[in-house]
T-cell receptor, first 114, second 112 residues
Framework: DTEVTQTPKHLVMGMTNKKSLKCEQH?????MYWYKQKAKKPPELMFVYSYEKLSINESVPSRFSPECPNSSLLNLHLHALQPEDSALYLC?????????????FGPGTRLLVL | SQQGEEDPQALSIQEGENATMNCSYK?????LQWYRQNSGRGLVHLIL?????REKHSGRLRVTLDTSKKSSSLLITASRAADTASYFCATSSGGSNYKLTFGKGTLLTVNP
């Protein structure tokens, strides 16, 4: 299984809502990532988890809260978002160690904040 | 900051023609990768070239790397309509390969 799955595919939320994005992989990868991508722009790294521990936080606002419950799952909890947070949120995974460079991406969750 | 800068920003060709996209970067790298993204979907890894390699092939793809000029090119030969997508270069540098820095991307349109 070489697939990274993300749910939901689309999400519309108000600025006072709390929602969560979910990501799952069964490739045995021990590194998982969240990226944010605005329209016609490249992906921007938000968080990296390695062995279920947060290893990189790219100064992301606290209204985004990542969680890695186990080696296969990655969540992104959303609270009090702003309209400018509307974007495609991509999850990715990779091996750790010598072959960690190649990242496998999920299809993304398209988020609209009203 | 954006490490990679692709050009052209957009490229439109006919099916069967070759497409060449270029990427420039600013700092020393561990490796450079190319990814493809179909409209509004996830990215698909195409090819990785390490800093000590100069050329790599994979099917209809040919990637070159010139570390002296800090640039790379991606050639797609005999293009197909299904190759229509955005193409991004991504670099990793320093002590960690976790952090990929993506270029702005080239939107390739292959007309049937």
């Amino acid at each position: 299984d070489t697939e990274v799955t993300q749910t939901p595919k689309h999400l519309v939320m108000g600025m006072t809502n709390k929602k969560s994005l979910k990501c799952e992989q069964h490739m045995g990868h021990r590194a998982m990532y969240w990226y944010k991508q605005k329209a016609k722009k490249p992906p921007e790294l938000m968080f990296v988890y390695s062995y279920e521990k947060l290893s990189i936080n790219e100064s992301v606002p606290s209204r985004f809260s990542p969680e890695c419950p186990n080696s296969s799952l990655l969540n992104l909890h959303l609270h009090a978002l702003q309209p400018e947070d509307s974007a495609l949120y991509l999850c990715a995974s990779s091996q750790v160690g010598g072959a960690q460079e190649t990242q496998y991406f999920g299809p993304g969750t398209r988020l609209l904040v009203l | 900051s954006q490490q990679g800068e692709e050009d052209p920003q957009a490229l439109s060709i006919q099916e069967g023609e070759n497409a060449t996209m270029n990427c420039s970067y600013k700092t020393s790298i561990n490796n450079l990768q190319w990814y493809r993204q179909n409209s509004g979907r996830g990215l698909v890894h195409l090819i990785l070239i390490r800093s000590n390699e100069r050329e790599k092939h994979s099917g209809r793809l040919r990637v070159t790397l010139d570390t002296s000029k800090k640039s790379s090119s991606l050639l797609i030969t005999a293009s197909r309509a299904a190759d229509t997508a955005s193409y991004f270069c991504a670099t990793s540098s320093g002590g960690s390969n976790y952090k990929l820095t993506f270029g702005k991307g080239t939107l390739l349109t292959v007309n049937p």
